[in-house]
């Protein structure tokens, strides 16, 4: 499962790096391998639509809201040491405290997780991948791409992909099963992210003139904004307004 996924990274960025566009507009917009990322985001598309779609309606469908939100829930938890870890390198004692305590309370009074007591109780979530870790060191987000199956995931997210894995203590822990747990794991996990934005995608789908551009727009917005932990952006960035 791994080894297909490192697979995946390594061909992608071939991939983008084998067609890189001269157009003025694609290289002020960071994305200079354009053409290709075009193409692999409308065979994502074509894939969400066929197959990652209908599944996720007929989750939402077939599950009620509760169940749902405990897989949901659950999914959370299990990443909750590799937010501990990104915590802790980015010198966020506090925040990291906030994670040690969600993940004792859902762990145990929350029953493995599935009941987010945490948050009754008003201890904050939040979430930390490498990505954002490097972001908060100053590393650059690199030449915007586009992964088959993935998504959007310059250099610096996909290397904080990579460092993820080996962070998770699940990676290390070997059992009769373990590969198809780690497979139905991912499954779900991306099951759950597109079922509970179902609706916002449709609405991006049907209000841009540009899908592309706009979902190009959007995650940097969202990754930029995590690096800072949603406080506002008093640098003066050169990352392109939409």
Not at 151 to 175: E, Q, S, W
Request: contains cysteine.
């Amino acid at each position: 499962m791994r080894k297909q996924f490192f697979g995946l990274i390594v061909l992608a960025a071939v991939a983008a790096g084998c067609t890189a566009s001269k157009d003025p507009a694609a290289i002020a917009q960071n994305d200079p391998y354009e053409p290709t990322n075009r193409a692999i985001f409308d065979f994502n598309s074509k894939v969400d639509r066929y197959a990652a779609k209908p599944i996720a309606k007929f989750y939402n469908h077939a599950l009620p809201q509760s169940a749902r939100t405990g897989v949901h829930n659950f999914l959370t938890n299990l990443g909750k040491p590799v937010t501990f870890g990104n915590d802790i390198l980015q010198g966020e004692g506090e925040r990291a405290g906030e994670t040690v305590a969600r993940f004792t309370v859902n762990t145990t009074l929350g029953v493995a997780g599935l009941v987010d007591v945490a948050s009754m109780i008003g201890i904050p979530e939040h979430d930390e991948d490498f990505g954002q870790t490097l972001g908060v060191w100053g590393v650059g987000e690199g030449p915007y791409l586009v992964v088959p199956f993935m998504g959007p995931n310059p250099p610096r997210d996909l290397a904080g992909n990579v460092v993820d894995i080996f962070m998770d203590p699940t990676t290390y822990i070997k059992f009769h099963g373990s590969d198809t747990w780690y497979a139905v794991r991912s499954g779900v996990s991306i099951l759950d992210l597109r079922a509970r934005n179902i609706d916002t995608l449709d609405q991006i789908e049907r209000t841009s003139i540009d899908v592309y551009a706009t979902t190009r727009s959007l995650y940097r917005q969202y990754r930029n904004s995590e690096i800072r932990n949603g406080k506002p952006d008093t640098s003066d960035s050169d990352t392109p307004d939409f």
